[in-house]
């Protein structure tokens, strides 16, 4: 297999993408976004479909599900997406950003769906069944998916065939979508894997952990990370050898470190990684004697609360964004129910500029009551949008190209939004927007902005990872 960047055309602007992340900054305003829609542990006996959401404020359809792709499975788990090619390909002519990658992570089915014969209207392309996968890589589990500037395609998996950790990669063909085989070497896969992103020019890629899919599954035990089913390293590989040569573990404070950010910078040689389990977001960075290290570089407080089923209640840091002239740095606390915003020009001392309460666990008018808060003198209110009292808390995120828009969602993972928020289940999940104030920091709900996933034809529907037609920030790498 050719792994290394061929080149078929020096253009400038002939394929996908675009030339550089400032480049990108300037694309066109976001008309239309995809989203997973997931029935899974819901109670609704349907399949998990992507929907296609207006958010074009001059159009009539203005935050409504303008279509819906059923899968033809049922309990797939669709969670992330990616592309078939990106502007890693963008000086490759003969490539088109033309297919939406679907990974599903508990059935290890992958969809690939055809979003240029219609982007309003999408269509299932091809099912790549779980036996590929199981029988070709010995993998299971599928989470993040690139593009390679080869043509390939390449996603990480939490998991092998019998539910076990194994943090491999698997290699499907950018034409054909056939899986070709691991690109890790043999043997040398990680105990865990969850999210990845490369950096060709410094010949690196990482590589997170969350835990067993066998026993994150059916939803979190604190007992389970005792046991050494969670983890708490992130992965260092030779993106040209595909050697494993370095873990770099994060310990206590990192446990369970989910989506990886290097800037978006090609020559940048550093990043940030979000820890959930405690709270903390590590910045990884090579050394001068050429190896990587990881340092924390901001921690937010756990609170002493009652009425909770742990008597000290983590944030829960579940997803980070970088934005595209890597000037802000922004993650949600899936538990405490907040978003926040950091200036991150100082690389090492980041500087909190925003913050927005949208749900979460320490209402007021909870059941659970805070005995003990290091940052806040009280529990936050329900916001309510559009008459909607918000059910569950910030999660995903997605950030407009100009950094201007800040879309969020409000589901984790079914299991899990079943026993930390039952009322998501019964409700729905949200997408809602945040304007940001690009020059001094700040965030501020847009009242005019809600996509209700409680109002769905088939019942209420957990919405994930929001996906822009023309790739975004957590979609695209630069070469």
């Not at 046991?227 to 446990?255: P, R």
């Not at 950091?342 to 913050?355: A, F, K, L």
């Not at 805070?370 to 003198?377: A, F, P, R, T």
Request: aromatic letters at 10%; charged letters at 25%.
């Amino acid at each position: 297999i050719e792994h290394k960047h061929a080149r078929t055309s020096k253009c400038s602007g002939c394929g996908p993408g675009y030339k550089s992340p400032l480049d990108a900054m300037k694309g066109p305003r976001e008309e239309i976004v995809y989203l997973p829609c997931i029935y899974r542990n819901t109670g609704v006996r349907k399949p998990d479909y992507l929907a296609t959401v207006d958010v074009d404020p001059k159009s009539p359809t203005y935050c409504k599900v303008i279509h819906r792709l059923p899968m033809p499975n049922m309990n797939d788990e669709l969670h992330h997406s990616g592309w078939n090619a990106c502007s890693s390909c963008y000086d490759d002519a003969s490539k088109k950003r033309s297919r939406l990658i679907l990974p599903s992570l508990i059935s290890s089915r992958i969809y690939v769906i055809d979003v240029d014969t219609d982007p309003r209207a999408p269509r299932l392309h091809k099912t790549v069944e779980p036996v590929e996968m199981y029988w070709k890589c010995g993998l299971a589990n599928p989470h993040t998916s690139h593009c390679l500037g080869s043509g390939q395609v390449m996603i990480s998996t939490l998991g092998d065939p019998s539910g076990n950790g194994k943090g491999g990669f698997v290699l499907l063909d950018g034409e054909t979508f056939e899986v070709l085989c691991n690109w890790e070497l043999p043997g040398e896969a990680a105990p865990f894997g969850y999210d990845f992103w490369y950096q060709p020019r410094h010949n690196v890629m990482i590589s997170t952990e969350w835990g067993a899919p066998k026993i994150l599954a059916n939803g979190f035990n604190p007992a389970d990370l005792k046991d050494g089913h969670y983890g708490q390293c992130i992965h260092v590989w030779d993106w040209t050898t595909h050697k494993h040569v370095q873990t770099l573990d994060l310990g206590e404070e990192g446990a369970i470190p989910l989506e990886i950010r290097f800037l978006h910078d090609p020559a940048a040689a550093e990043g940030y990684v979000g820890c959930a389990l405690q709270g903390t977001v590590f910045r990884f960075y090579k050394t001068p004697k050429g190896d990587w290290a990881a340092e924390r570089v901001i921690k937010v407080p756990s609170k002493k609360v009652e009425g909770w089923i742990l008597p000290e209640m983590p944030s829960l840091i579940t997803d980070i964004i970088i934005s595209l002239d890597d000037r802000f740095l922004y993650f949600s606390n899936w538990l405490h129910g907040d978003i926040r915003q950091y200036d991150i020009t100082d690389r090492r001392n980041p500087r909190m500029v925003g913050q927005i309460f949208l749900g979460g666990s320490i209402q007021n008018d909870g059941p659970v009551k805070v005995l003990d808060d290091k940052e806040l003198d009280s529990q936050p209110s329900p916001r309510i949008v559009k008459g909607k009292r918000i059910p569950g808390s910030p999660q995903m995120l997605q950030l407009s190209l100009d950094g201007k828009r800040l879309y969020v969602t409000t589901s984790l993972y079914s299991a899990w939004d079943k026993q930390f928020y039952p009322e998501l289940i019964k409700q729905g999940s949200v997408m809602m927007r945040i304007d940001v104030d690009t020059v001094k920091g700040g965030l501020k709900l847009n009242e005019d902005f809600l996509v209700d996933f409680g109002k769905e034809p088939d019942g209420p529907v957990l919405a994930h990872e929001i996906r822009y037609p023309g790739g975004d920030c957590t979609s695209d790498i630069w070469l």
